[in-house]
């Protein structure tokens, strides 16, 4: 007996166009997602000890600055 891969099923679909409604709504998802992520992540940056800022080579006053950028810039 053989088993379907996951990744079978994802590449059927992936050669399959989405309905318009589906396109939208995954589009929309998809910024969402983006828009936590960048929510999430420059939260956390803020919140970061100096010597691990070091790590990453930026300053407190660089972490600060991207920690206060909007959500939904780049």
Request: glycine share 6%; hydrophobic share 40%; charged share 30%.
């Given at each position: 007996?053989?088993?379907?891969?996951?990744?079978?099923?994802?590449?059927?679909?992936?050669?399959?166009?989405?309905?318009?409604?589906?396109?939208?709504?995954?589009?929309?998802?998809?910024?969402?997602?983006?828009?936590?992520?960048?929510?999430?992540t420059?939260?956390?940056?803020?919140?970061?000890?100096?010597?691990?800022?070091?790590?990453?080579?930026?300053?407190?006053?660089?972490?600060r600055?991207?920690?206060?950028?909007?959500?939904?810039?780049?």
């Amino acid at each position: 007996m053989t088993q379907a891969h996951p990744n079978d099923a994802l590449g059927y679909l992936s050669r399959r166009p989405l309905p318009p409604i589906s396109a939208v709504a995954l589009r929309f998802v998809v910024v969402l997602t983006k828009w936590d992520e960048r929510r999430r992540t420059r939260r956390s940056l803020g919140t970061l000890d100096p010597h691990l800022l070091q790590d990453i080579g930026l300053t407190k006053g660089e972490a600060r600055l991207e920690a206060e950028r909007p959500f939904w810039k780049d």
